[in-house]
């Protein structure tokens, strides 16, 4: 069998998109910039959201590694006038030899080698599906075992793809991605101006998000080839028989973080009535290349550059080393973004974030009012360990207008309004604790406490973004942000305690009580220190607003 008829990712129409028109079909990586005047495509048409956010991952690395911009000028460049499919073409064709999915050697994200092993069920590529100790104890209740007999090679390829990069803790020997499991994926989604309105901006294309979380580099050499795509090389085990990758290692390169391999695994394929070749199952042995190191320190801190460009990172303290951030139960909220958005005390915004902030949106023409429409994408998987909890996705609004100081007060008035509410809102349990004449009312668990976080989250989430917009004084800001969180508070404490004519007087007494602990803490000095205000406005409008 020739070569030509393998299944080839750089050459072959397999990535599911839409164009603006609403049409929808499959194209090669080279036609994301195909009509991109009369009808260009905006986004991929995935049927699960871990491939979706994936198979952006998969082409902005593609484009890091194959057509980076050299510098902040050469990327401004191609934002304002995208590449053609010809030079696309021409540079992802001198990568085709790493990206076959199915010939006898050299396969995409597969081991280097034959593997001798019995073969899974094909729907254990899927990072959510159910894992031995589950399928044992018949526990599958949520996540169905069955689901899947066979993949296509595009939906293989992609399955592959995003539990080599994703890949969460896996038992005995069976290591964990470059960031860990189930790391957190931040990408911007741009604007660009409107030439007919000037608040108004136009939705992205697809080149337009991809080109905007694409990192300045160098395009990978044929030498660098098996150093940059682990499967073009005999596999660097890990174990007892093996060694740990050194990111300063030699025998790779740090454009390794696009096409990390932590898994060894090759697929097992077959044919269907039709003849259409499908994936039915893989084989795997424990011991891929560990990377644990990979996460540590910024490789640049100036430049922003860290191991992977679209993770942010946290730390404990200054001498603790840098872990990815991941996914949490209850998704990413406005208490979040300082911590993803802005550089603050032992947290590191992923590059892309910083990059678009201090350089890119400057670039590309938008004024401070179009700039409060381009958003940040946060998404990954919420693990528990090796489980699955749930997939996770949401939009914040990222401001980045080219203005550094507006930008430092942006970003220290945002870390003092989540701090203050998170102090009001930890007072606000505590006290409802406190009304409560026992324990069964308030039942102490985990879902009576977390229904009270997500009321106060939803109801002051909307005036946080209203706030981190506006070109505006601190002091103003964190005015309305204190009736925002005061409200908020009072009225969540009132529904729930409910106080009626009817209530008994020893609960009425530890409610009433709890309400003035609560209102003391809203009007009390220490809330306006952390919010920057002087203690004068926050004494008036205690007096003025007392309920």
Known sequence: MGKDVYFNLIHDKWLPVRRRSGKRE????????DQSESDPV?????????????????MIGLLATAFPPATVDEW??????????????????RLDEAFYLNRPEKRFLQDFSELESSIELVERLLIDAPGDSTVKKNTDLFIHRGRIRAMSLPDAAMALYTLQSWAPSGGAGNMTGIRGGGPMV???????????DSEKTLPPTLWDTLWANTPCGKVVTEQDMP???PWMAPTIISGKKGRKIDPKDKAVDLRQCWWGMPRRIRLCFGTDEKGEILVTGWKQRPYGPDYTGWIGEPLDVKSGVVVHPLTPRYRAKATSEWLSLHPQPGGVHYKHWAGIVAEVENRLPASNVANWRNK??????????QSKNVRLLTAGYDMDNMKVRNFLESEMPLPGDGEPELQRLRDEWARHAIEGAAMVQSVLKQVIKNAMPNKRDASYDTTFYTTIDQKFTERTENKFFELILKKEDGVILSREWLKSIRGAALDIFSEITSLTSGTKL??????????????????SENLAK???LPFEIIRERKIKNAR
């Open 76 to 93: 401004k460049k191609l934002w304002r006038t995208p590449p053609t499919v010809g030079k696309l073409d021409e540079t992802f064709s």
């Open 186 to 196: 931040t990408l911007v989604l741009p604007r660009r101006p409107d030439p007919q």
């Open 26 to 33: 499959r194209i090669r990586p080279a036609q994301i910039v």
């Open 530 to 532: 952390i919010l920057g």
């Open 227 to 229: 150093k940059v795509f």
């Open 42 to 58: 905006v986004s991929f048409e995935w049927s699960r959201p871990d491939f979706q956010v994936a198979c952006y991952e998969f």
């Open 506 to 523: 020893t609960k009425a007494g530890k409610i009433v009580a709890a309400k003035r602990r609560l209102r003391a803490v809203l009007g």
């Open 360 to 369: 890119r949106a400057s670039c590309t023409g938008l004024n401070n009012e």
